[in-house]
């Protein structure tokens, strides 16, 4: 079955200091990948996308992504995390041109200590 | 560009009232809506996927008869919780696709409370 895993629920992080936020999937295929942000209460923003092509994606608001072939992996890093960016963060997979019926993770909670 | 509207953002009712939920793009065509609920700190669960003029297709566990979903244009989907009870209060949030259908938008999402 396809899956998407999230393996932190929770994550806490000191202002300024670098962040990496894990993401596993499982697909038969290489599929569409994204990392999405949501503030309380809020919809889901879109930070960054993989297709195809090179395998580190840069996205919104400083933040990056590489894409892992070997280890089915689609980690979301960012090398300064401000105050603001602490809030609910889940990677999400589809296929082909269905991608946009997504597969989500858990979601991980960024905590941001001042 | 890619923007997706829902109205209310918010809404409260009585047990056993119907309430409409509304998901727009603003300025895409959205051949594809998607509708999703959240619980409190937990994932988006997709409940529903509607193509313009279609009828939905409803994910398992998911009451088609409780959850009426309308397509009936490339702007507009509704979503109508009937008879709504409080263990349907949530979080429903929709997301749009336009004709390549390789990545969704999504709306920021209607908060239901049922007393």
């Known amino acids: 079955a396809q899956s998407v895993t999230q393996p932190d629920i929770h994550i806490t992080v000191s202002e300024g200091a670098s962040l990496e936020l894990r993401c596993n999937y499982s697909?038969?295929?290489?599929?569409?990948l994204f990392w999405y942000v949501q503030s309380p209460g809020q919809g889901l923003q879109l930070l960054l996308k993989?297709?195809?092509?090179?395998?580190l994606v840069q996205g919104i608001k400083g933040f990056e992504a590489e894409f892992k072939r070997s280890q089915s992996s689609f980690n979301l890093r960012k090398p300064s995390v401000h105050w603001s960016d602490a809030a609910e963060y889940f990677c999400?997979?589809?296929?082909?041109?269905?991608?946009?019926?997504?597969?989500f993770g858990d979601g991980t909670t960024l905590t941001v200590k001042p | 560009g890619a923007v997706v509207s829902q109205h209310p953002s918010w809404v409260i009712c009585k047990s056993g009232t119907s309430v409409k939920i509304e998901c727009r793009s603003l300025?895409?065509?959205?051949?594809?809506m998607f509708w999703y609920r959240q619980f409190p700190k937990q994932s988006l669960m997709l409940m529903a996927t509607s193509n313009e003029g279609s009828k939905a297709t409803y994910e398992q566990g998911v009451e088609k008869d409780k959850f009426l979903i309308n397509h009936a244009s490339l702007t507009l989907s509704t979503l109508t919780v009937t008879s709504a009870h409080p263990e349907d209060s949530s979080f429903y949030i929709c997301s749009a696709a336009g004709s390549g259908n390789n990545e969704q938008f999504f709306g920021p999402g209607t908060r239901l409370t049922v007393l």
């Open positions: 993989y297709f195809s092509g090179d395998t």
């Open positions: 300025d895409f065509q959205a051949t594809t």
């Open positions: 697909y038969g295929a290489t599929p569409y």
């Open positions: 999400a997979a589809g296929i082909g041109t269905n991608a946009g019926k997504s597969t």
